[in-house]
């Protein structure tokens, strides 16, 4: 899929719900991974929260965290156990069931998320799902001003692999970030439709918003 399409897709998911935000974000970054897989730090900074640290990889050996196996993603919040809270109106029904995203501590102290590479729902390679997996940022605050709305990260073939969105839509309004794994992007074939449907929310919030 075409980088131009990608960002326009993500832009427009952010457009249609304004008031999940509350800051002025800028442009989602899209990135191709390295052979390697990425590993790379995302954010505002939520103050006083220092950097968060995302994780992904190439469908080979993985485990930049220290998880002790192969793992496909993860995410590393430095600011310890505790802060970032498992935001379950914002993820997957499953994305915290056992085998999935799990969390641990790493020899450092940060409180870590990852997801094995092989879970119930099928291996990193040929995955039957991942579950979508959001926290927010549970002492309060937001994303400051300028904190880019999305990490867009592609294979080496320049297919999509994660987006990594950031907003501000957790409880009471707090930080929030999601991490959504090889997510279901719609074929061209079916942009039309979607690109209706996002106007259609679009106009209605406005509607709401006037009245």
Not at 69 to 75: A, L, N
Not at 113 to 142: D, H, I, K, R
Request: glycine share 14%; net charge negative; with cysteine.
């Amino acid at each position: 899929m075409k980088r131009g399409l990608l960002s326009l897709l993500v832009c427009g998911l952010i457009a249609a719900f304004p008031a999940l935000s509350h800051a002025d974000f800028s442009a989602p970054i899209i990135m191709t991974e390295p052979d390697g897989g990425f590993v790379g730090d995302i954010g505002g900074p939520v103050p006083p929260d220092p950097a968060i640290t995302v994780a992904s990889d190439s469908e080979g050996g993985f485990d930049p965290f220290g998880f002790g196996q192969d793992t496909s993603d993860g995410i590393q919040f430095h600011a310890g156990p505790g802060v970032w809270l498992p935001n379950l109106a914002g993820s997957d029904p499953l994305a915290f069931a056992p085998g999935f995203w799990t969390n641990f501590v790493d020899a450092d102290g940060n409180d870590v998320w990852v997801l094995p590479a092989v879970t119930p729902g099928g291996s990193e390679n040929e995955p039957e799902f991942e579950p979508v997996a959001s926290w927010y940022f549970s002492p309060g605050g937001q994303w400051v001003d300028g904190t880019t709305s999305a990490l867009i990260l592609l294979e080496g073939d320049g297919t999509l692999s994660d987006i990594i969105s950031l907003a501000n839509n957790g409880p009471n309004g707090q930080a929030s970030i999601t991490f959504a794994s090889d997510p279901i992007v719609p074929e061209p074939s079916t942009l039309a439709v979607f690109g209706a449907g996002l106007a259609a929310l679009a106009a209605l919030r406005l509607r709401r918003k006037s009245s």
